[in-house]
């Protein structure tokens, strides 16, 4: 029983904070009409953390200076914005020699600059 109350508290203080964030997203969103107001944040609050997901993604791709995105926990911040937030500065392109050589792995020699070739 303890084991249920430790996951229950957070996730329903996730819930809580997602359905905050897309209501004052809704809220402060000009270019939607009162039907449509109601309508998502009825939407945000009988849907789990999709319904609040869903709506924050919409009102970013018409809206998004109405979203305060300080506040958006890190799990949901792909699905909202829809595209990685931190860029990874260590990843190869796809038509990189290093990945199309055959030798993967990390640290691959075929991108050292010649010395192994």
Known sequence: MEIIIIFEFPGLL?????N???SIAIK???????????????LI???????SSIVLHMV???????IPQKLIPWPFKKLIY??????NKHRHDAGSSSISSGHGGH???GDAGG???
Do not use: C, R
Request: hydrophobic fraction near 35%; glycine fraction near 8%.
């Open 60 to 66: 970013f791709d018409h809206s998004p200076e109405a």
């Open 14 to 18: 996730i819930y809580l904070w997602m």
């Open 82 to 87: 829809g595209k990685n937030i931190k860029e």
């Open 115 to 117: 010395v192994g070739e």
């Open 28 to 42: 402060h969103d000009d270019t939607l009409n009162s039907f449509q107001k109601k309508t998502q944040t009825i």
């Open 20 to 22: 905050l964030i897309s």
């Open 107 to 109: 640290g691959s020699v």
């Open 45 to 51: 609050w009988l849907v789990p953390y999709l319904g």
